[in-house]
C-alpha cells in the first residue's frame, strides 16, 4: 500500500547524510569526549563542532548552547532553572494554555511548588495580545515562556514583541522554538531570547538529543546534576553521536531553509485549497496570521478526529490531530480550546505536516481521497 507521512510534526525522518554521521560515531569514534586520551580527543572536537552547527543556524554563540536528551528536557530545564535560580527575587510567570505540554506542565508543577502562572489568552490565529502580557508583568514577575511556533496549528507568535517586551521590563524570556527551528529563520540574538529550547528529531535528526540555547548572563540553576559536562550546566556524557547528528541536521537545514519553505508553503497551499473547494464546512485555523510554512490545521464539522485520521491510516495516509482520547470520550485540543475555536469543530480537527520528502503527488492523493472520508463519518456521526 502507498504510505504518505504527513506528520513531520511529531517526528521526522533522520536525513540520510544525518544518518550517515551519526553511524559513523557508534562505529569508530566512540571515544568519551571528557577522557584526555586519543579516543577522547577523536570526539572532542566532533562535539564542539556541532556546538557552531547550532550556534550558526541561530544566530548565537557556541558557548550558548547546551545540549540535551529532548526538547522536553530544554524546556524543563528552562523554567525550572530560572524559576529555582531567582527564587528570591519572585515567583511569578507568564505562559500560555496553548503551549507544549514539555511547558505547560512544567508550569503546573511550579504552581504546586508555590509559584505563581499567568495564562494568557490567545486570539483565533493563537497569539497572545503583547499588551495583555505587558500588563500581566508584576515585580514579582521572573519568567516569560512563550513558544515560537505552535505544534497544533503552526501559528507563528509575535516573538519580536514579545522579546522587546521582556528586554524593556527586564524579564528573562524563554522560548519553545521545537516546532521553529530549521523551518522558519529564528535570530536568537536579534529577537532577546534568553533561553530557545529545540529538538533534533523534529529536523531530521534523530531521537534522543536537543539543545537549550542560553544567552550569556542568564541565571540557570543546573536541572541534571553531574560532572562538569556542557560547562556544569548539565550533567551526563555526552550523547556524542546525537549531538554530531544534531550539528549536521542544523547544517542542512540552514542551507535548504529558502527553496524548502517556499516548495512547502506551495504544497500545504494546495493541500488546503483542494479540501477547502470540494468539502463544505471546513475551519482552516490561523489563516489570519503568520503561520510555518509546511503545517495546516483543518477542522471537518460533523466528524471526530480518530474516525478521520483511522480512515487515512487505512489508506496509508499519517496524520495527526490535538485531540485526547479519555475513558472512551474525545477531548478537543487543549490548543484549539483555548483560542476558542467552536467545540463541534474543534473534534474533527486534524493537522497535516508536510516534510522534504512530500510531493504534489502526495497531496492530490489526500485531496482525491478526503472528500469520500468526511462524507462517510458525516452520515454515519
Ligand atoms: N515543544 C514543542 C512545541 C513540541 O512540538 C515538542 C514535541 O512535539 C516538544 C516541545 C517536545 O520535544 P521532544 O519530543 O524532543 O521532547
Redesign the pocket.
Known sequence: MRQIYLDH???TPVHPEVLEAFMSFYRERYGNPSSIHWAGRAVRGAVENAREQVALLLNADPVEVIFT???????NMAIKGVASALRSRGNHIISSRT?????VNSCIWLESQGYEITWLATDENGAPDPAALDDAITDRTILISL?????ETGALLPVREIGDIALRRRIYFHC????AVGKVPVDFRGLNIGLL?L????IYAP?GV?ALVVRKGVKLSPFIHGGPQERNRRGGTENVAGIVALGKACELALAAMDAESRRLTALRDRLEAGILATIADVKKHCMGGPRLPHTSCLSFLGTEADSLLLNLDLLGIAASSGSACTSGTLKASSVLMAMGVDPAFAKGTVRFSLGRETTEEDIDYVLEVMPGIVARLRKHE
Open positions: 510534526n511529531a517526528t536528551s529532548c526538547g522536553t528536557e530544554a524546556d503551549e507544549h505540554p514539555a511547558v513558544m515560537f511556533a505552535n505544534h519553545d522554538a521545537v516546532q529550547a529538538s533534533g528529531h523534529k531521537k536537543g
